[in-house]
């Protein structure tokens, strides 16, 4: 199942620096983006999230950014702290109703961030 | 701030023995979930329950597994007769009614099955 998928295992960044996460995914029905962070021995952590009606969401240091046409969204940091340094998935769900909590995930890309 | 509790945080099993994984989800929340994650693998969906009955279920949640809400606060995921690729991280998650994209997971239960 290869329907979301985050084609980076890892990340490397120094401190102060943007990190930028990619993700792709297949499936026309999604329409609703989120982005988990995990830390070992922890469940996900929710980042952000996105609709498909918008391009871009930002939190903070978070944005997220979407781009439909090409299926493809990615999240943006900055500035990177070395607190940061986790495993980020990529997630999506859609088709509303009781089925928007079924997310897909990827592979997930480690991040890490260097004092 | 309120969050999901997930127990035991780890079980050891034998094949073919029962398990039963136990979630308080947050009090207010409607919808409940488990996923699990193979060691090397994605975080994958198994079910949702809303309104006390199985909403959407993948196909790895088959007849070996169930899930229920015994008494308003508790959400558990049995698996009757173990297998050694039952061997994961599950994670429980839920959410309020309203979709605000959130699904708060908790730390998860690591399952072994020797």
């Known amino acids: 199942d290869q329907q979301v998928k985050q084609n980076s295992p890892s990340l490397s960044v120094q401190e102060g620096r943007i990190s930028i996460l990619n993700c792709d995914y297949t499936?026309?029905?999604?329409?609703?983006f989120l982005w988990y962070k995990k830390y070992p021995a922890e469940g996900p952590t929710f980042l952000i999230s996105i609709s498909s009606i918008k391009d871009k969401n930002e939190d903070g240091r978070f944005t997220v950014f979407l781009n439909k046409s090409a299926k493809h969204l990615s999240l943006h940091i900055v500035p990177s702290q070395p607190g940061d340094s986790a495993v980020y998935f990529c997630a999506a769900t859609g088709a509303g109703g009781t089925s928007y909590g079924k997310l897909t995930f990827g592979q997930g890309t480690i991040l890490t961030v260097h004092p | 701030e309120p969050e999901v509790t997930q127990t035991p945080s780890h079980q050891v099993t034998q094949m073919g023995q029962e398990v039963i994984l136990r979630c308080v989800p947050i009090?207010?929340?409607?919808?409940f979930y488990w996923y699990r994650q193979i060691l090397g693998q994605k975080v994958e969906f198994l079910v949702s329950f809303y309104n006390n009955e199985i909403s959407e279920k993948s196909e790895i949640f088959d007849d070996q597994f169930s899930v229920e809400r015994p008494d308003g606060s508790n959400f558990t995921l049995k698996i009757r007769s173990t297998k050694l690729e039952d061997s994961a991280m599950y994670f429980c998650a839920s959410r309020t009614d309203s979709y605000t994209g959130e699904l708060f997971f908790g730390e998860g239960s690591r399952l072994t099955v020797l």
């Open positions: 499936n026309s029905m999604f329409d609703y």
């Open positions: 009090s207010n929340h409607l919808y």
